[in-house]
């Protein structure tokens, strides 16, 4: 910043802004003084108040989501077939140290986008068998949350899944 | 900041920090009396929901404050639209800065009369920055916007400021 700018923000800051009137502390001092007594606070007041039900609701959204989560991975490898004869990719999962802290932190999302999908071509399989190769292009990401704090770490991984298919050719 | 912490201090703190809260809150809404409305909203449900979380009080109240100053001008619209319509669009224009002792009061006036002339979105970083003392981060998480957009506005404001203010001071 130039020594203008400089000049011009220091004399900026030698200005106090205007004084709060006091009918209006006054009037903030009145509000929390009624504070009503806890028996008779509206139980709900505000999504912040951890005891809310708006809590509650979230907390029980990310037990569905996690178990959820939990069942269509338990699905989707119950059903997978066996492996074609096929260098196989494993997307080697990182297993996280788990923390008494970390153990505050429950999935609640999953998800994944297909955003590239490409035909490599022929390739040569063992025994002269061809197959074509095919390139899928994802983004997983994955969400936990701390329903303690409503902190949430957001897990973003770009994974390549390459499928081989055997193919046959027909001269007819 | 802490002394929010503990009951019956509040009002120290309101002391100190509220003419920047109203400063900061009169960027967003037409009046000084709207401004107080969103300061005293914001503060009380701070008060009586917030004040355990972690973080800057401050930096949490000014973030509270911009909400309710939307939800505010939402609520309003329909009536504020109406009295534009019937007053011609003028706002009120209150003294903003306190004035002090062996100033030059014209100086002053002009500071608020270039200040006002400012795009809001350079006002609202350069309110933020000068009288709130907050980071270009905090700034940048205040206002939805990142740290580098609010670093630039405040620059593009103090060069605007120090255009319209030329003649008077920098001459």
Not at chain 2, 35 to 42: K, L, M, P
Not at chain 2, 104 to 120: G, K, M
């Amino acid at each position: 910043m130039d020594e203008s700018l400089q000049e011009l923000e220091n004399e900026l800051k030698t200005l106090q802004p205007r004084r709060a009137p006091a009918r209006w502390l006054d009037q903030i001092n009145r509000e929390l003084a009624a504070e009503l007594p806890a028996s008779a606070r509206p139980r709900y007041a505000t999504a912040t108040d951890l005891g809310s039900w708006k809590w509650l609701g979230w907390r029980t959204a990310a037990l569905a989501a996690a178990l959820a989560l939990v069942a269509t991975v338990g699905l989707i490898n119950f059903r997978r077939p066996a492996p074609v004869a096929a260098p196989a990719v494993v997307a080697a999962a990182p297993t996280p140290a788990t923390p008494a802290a970390a153990k505050a932190y429950e999935p609640v999302t999953a998800s994944n986008v297909l955003y590239d999908l490409k035909d490599e071509g022929e390739v040569k399989l063992a025994g002269e068998a061809s197959a074509r190769q095919v390139r899928a292009r994802y983004v997983d990401t994955y969400t936990w949350k701390n329903t303690r704090n409503n902190a949430s770490i957001k897990w973003t991984v770009p994974r390549d899944e390459i499928r081989v298919v055997p193919a046959s050719y027909n001269p007819n | 900041m802490e002394a929010t912490h503990d009951q019956g201090t509040w009002k120290h703190w309101l002391e100190a920090h509220g003419p920047k809260l109203l400063l900061c809150a009169r960027q967003w809404t037409r009046s000084l009396a709207d401004a107080e409305d969103v300061v005293q909203e914001a503060f009380v449900r701070y008060w009586r929901h917030q004040r355990h979380l972690p973080g800057d009080p401050q930096a949490l109240l000014i973030t509270s404050i911009r909400r309710a100053a939307l939800d505010h001008a939402r609520r309003h619209a329909r009536r504020t639209a109406r009295e534009e319509k019937a007053d011609g669009g003028l706002e009120e224009r209150d003294c903003t800065f306190e004035a002090q002792p062996g100033e030059d009061a014209d100086r002053r006036n002009e500071i608020e009369s270039a200040l006002q002339r400012l795009p809001a979105v350079q006002r609202e970083v350069l309110v933020l920055k000068i009288w709130n003392e907050l980071t270009f981060e905090q700034i940048g998480e205040a206002l939805e916007i990142p740290a580098n957009t609010a670093a630039s506005r405040y620059r593009y404001a103090l060069a605007a400021l120090r255009k319209e203010l030329k003649p008077a001071c920098h001459g």
